[in-house]
Nanobody, 115 residues
Framework: VQLVESGGGLVQPGGSLRLSCAAS????????MRWYRQAPGKEREFVAQ????????KYGDSVKGRFTISRVNARNTVYLQMNNLKPEDTAVYYC?????????WGQGTQVTVSS
């Protein structure tokens, strides 16, 4: 199983970024996919989830209405569109898949929101 995040960077408050997570090594279309984030000195925080077939989504309270998770099964990729970014969104963002009782993680991509 391999998860590779990309799309992070430095953005001003109010700006937008789109993160991508390219997955391989498992049947992507049959598993729920999640995004988490971890800010310095804080615990890892749930950001968003999209399920495998119905594409139902869930969001952490701090990102509701600003972030959108989506997936393209034909590309084995999950996305996180982040709008109206705030300094408190600064963190390393990780892609996650719960697979056969084990949680797989990517290496993370840094998002910094600062003027």
């Amino acid at each position: 199983v391999q998860l590779v995040e990309s799309g992070g960077g430095l953005v001003q408050p109010g700006g937008s970024l789109r993160l991508s997570c390219a997955a391989s090594g498992f049947t992507f279309s049959t598993y729920d996919m999640r995004w988490y984030r971890q800010a310095p000195g804080k615990e890892r925080e749930f950001v968003a989830q999209i399920n495998s077939y119905e594409y139902n989504t869930k969001y952490g309270d701090s990102v509701k209405g600003r972030f959108t998770i989506s997936r393209v099964n034909a590309r084995n990729t999950v996305y996180l569109q982040m709008n109206n970014l705030k300094p408190e969104d600064t963190a390393v963002y990780y892609c996650n898949v719960p697979l056969l009782g084990y949680a797989y993680w990517g290496q993370g991509t840094q998002v910094t929101v600062s003027s």
